[in-house]
């Protein structure tokens, strides 16, 4: 039975989530235009994107509005009120890439509500890609972004306050909860009954067949103090060609940045490759370099091609993405995966 929570109506927009039984997990036909983003939360986040494109605004706007939805809310997972370093403090990643191959992005930013925003500023204010630290936050403070004052959420300061008991970081694979699967650490398990996520990454096609992307996230949760995953790091939880199409990721970071994963998959795409297969082989890669501790690992990627063909694969079961497209429809997809 299709439960109310995953059956959101979308007001104004026309737009209606739907059961994700309903659709494959691809599609042949492409669409235009088109906005994909990881997690559950993408429905929310694919509203406000879908508000940009609808209107025949520019990719770049969209995934900037998409994703700041995710950073606006109280959860643990991205932004202010998201499980902190285990230090105690929250430091945020984010990167975003436009049309014409223009990135930027923040690493370790502190009291930034948005630093999908933020990273939008460095690639377009400034001569870098990457800012990082006490650097990216005097820079957004000099763009005229307030400090905000740190508030973990209720479930980032229990999960916290859980984790300093014993201080060590176990995710587990596959904690089956209401007919679902989820990697996450234990202390990342709401009390509703849902998993949070570490990221989301958003990718779309606008209706002048042009690609972008965004990524943010507040890292994995009681990280040790200054790590960086991939989200900022373009290439490895981001990448977009406008020639060929458009990648990002979710999962254990590390892994990802070790096969520069969204330029992977946007490289096989390159070579004639549908998104899906073109995840699934970046996938496999990851597997093959792994090994026998592959099972301890949780990595999924989504992906876009100019024809607005889109596809998504993940190591193990439980990752799942949203997609809203031109015929007015948001809905979740479940993601292939390789480790049954």
């Not at 792994?290 to 992906?303: H, L, N, R």
Request: proline share 3%.
């Amino acid at each position: 039975m299709l439960h109310r929570r995953h059956f959101i109506r979308l007001g104004s927009l026309g737009l209606t989530a739907v059961s994700f039984s309903s659709f494959r997990s691809t599609t042949k036909a492409g669409k235009k235009p088109l906005v994909i983003s990881t997690w559950r939360e993408g429905i929310n986040a694919n509203k406000a994107a879908w508000e940009v494109l609808r209107q025949g605004g520019r990719a770049l706007d969209a995934v900037e509005k998409g994703v700041m939805v995710t950073e606006d809310s109280l959860n643990c997972c991205v932004g202010l009120g998201a499980n902190p370093d285990r230090e105690g403090i929250v430091t945020l990643d984010a990167s975003i890439m436009d049309e014409n191959g223009n990135c930027g992005a923040v690493a370790a930013i502190e009291r930034i509500k948005h630093p999908i925003s933020v990273a939008r500023r460095v690639m377009e204010k400034t001569p870098h890609v990457l800012l990082v630290g006490q650097g990216a936050q005097q820079f957004a403070v000099a763009e005229g972004f307030p400090l905000e004052e740190q508030k973990l959420s209720d479930d980032a300061k229990k999960a916290y306050e859980q984790w300093l008991k014993k201080s060590e970081y176990k995710p587990i694979i596959n904690i089956e909860n209401q007919g679902k699967h989820s990697f996450v650490p234990v202390p990342n398990r709401l009390e509703n009954g849902d998993f949070n996520h570490d990221t989301i990454g958003m990718i779309a096609l606008d209706a002048n067949g042009n690609l972008s992307g965004s990524c943010t996230t507040s890292g994995m949760g009681f990280k040790m103090r200054g790590r960086v995953g991939d989200s900022p790091i373009i290439g490895a939880g981001l990448y977009v060609d406008n020639e060929v199409g458009a990648a990002t990721s979710s999962g254990l970071g590390e892994e990802v940045i070790k096969i520069c994963g969204t330029h992977l998959v946007v490289e096989l795409m390159r070579q004639g490759l549908h998104p899906e297969d073109a995840c699934k082989k970046a996938v496999e890669r990851i597997i093959s370099k792994k090994g026998s501790k592959i099972k301890e690992v949780q990595v999924g990627f989504i992906a876009i091609n100019k024809q607005g063909e889109y596809g998504g694969y993940a190591i193990q079961g439980g990752f799942e993405f949203a997609v809203c497209h031109a015929d007015d429809k948001n809905f979740m997809v479940p993601s292939k995966f390789i480790i049954k």
